[in-house]
């Protein structure tokens, strides 16, 4: 198994994917900001690399560390106190530095429901409450499309903490919407990371129960079973 680096595994979605793959026996390195939670990430023996993706140095610096061959996987997002976002410029900074430093396998980029082709079937109240993070996605998910990464974008619907179900599913349809539990995305990015089918691909991600679309549900056919 190659080595993984996640950046955004301080909680939710990219803390439970380090869980998991530690639980496989994998590599994992973790990208964290100076003063952000690094113990339960240490205690699964996940290592740490300090950095703010913002700061395109310490970036630069981690792609440095993680050995050759290593797969990447970022589910940042949010605001910094001056107002820049991880979720366009974070994003940049991540992509640019993995080009630069090359031998990175696979780059795994979580957004949002809503980004790119999905954005006109989005209601005026997503627009309104999620609009502006979103729109900051889809500038980090054109600057992926537009590497040399072997790249696969997720979008989560809206992110629940609650156990998995083992129903998440991956859909290509611009107007699917629905909920996915923060576990089952980790399952899914696993997944994902292990079918080449994928690279190139951009798919919202959300639970087959709560899945919502005008179209007929059709989830991209993931090779293998879930990674439990
Ligand atoms: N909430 C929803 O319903 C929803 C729906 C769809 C998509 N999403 C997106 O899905 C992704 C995962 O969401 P989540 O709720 O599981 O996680 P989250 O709570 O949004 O965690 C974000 C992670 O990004 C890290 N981060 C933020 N800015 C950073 C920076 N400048 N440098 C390094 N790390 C940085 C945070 O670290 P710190 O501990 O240092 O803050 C944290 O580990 C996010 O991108 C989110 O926007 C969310």
Not at 44 to 62: F, N, P, S, W, Y
Not at 69 to 90: L, Q
Not at 206 to 224: C, H, I
């Amino acid at each position: 198994m190659r080595p993984l680096l996640i950046f955004g595994a301080t909680r939710g979605v990219g803390l439970e994917l380090g869980r998991q793959e530690r639980q496989g026996g994998r590599r994992v390195f973790a990208f964290v900001r100076p003063g952000s939670e690094s113990g339960p990430l240490s205690d699964l023996g996940v290592e740490i690399v300090t950095g703010d993706a913002l700061d395109r140095e310490t970036v630069a610096a981690a792609f440095g560390l993680v050995p050759e061959g290593a797969e990447v996987v970022s589910t940042i997002g949010g605001r910094a106190a001056d107002g820049r976002r991880a979720d366009d410029e974070g994003n940049l900074n991540l992509i640019t530095e993995a080009q630069r430093a090359g031998g990175i396998a696979r780059f795994v980029l979580v957004t949002s429901i809503g980004c790119g082709e999905m954005a006109p079937f989005r209601s005026a109240r997503a627009i309104a409450v999620f609009g502006e993070a979103v729109d900051a996605k889809t500038k980090a998910e054109e600057a992926l499309r537009a590497s040399s990464l072997a790249w696969t974008i997720i979008r989560p619907g809206g992110l629940l903490s609650e156990p998995a179900t083992g129903q998440g599913i991956l859909s290509t349809d611009a107007r699917m919407h629905g909920f996915i539990h923060r576990s089952d995305v980790a399952e899914l990015i696993r997944r994902v990371l292990r079918d080449p089918a994928t690279i190139g691909g951009a798919f919202a991600a959300v639970d087959a129960g709560s899945a919502r679309t005008v179209n007929p549900v059709e989830p991209f056919p993931l090779a293998g079973a879930p990674a439990r």
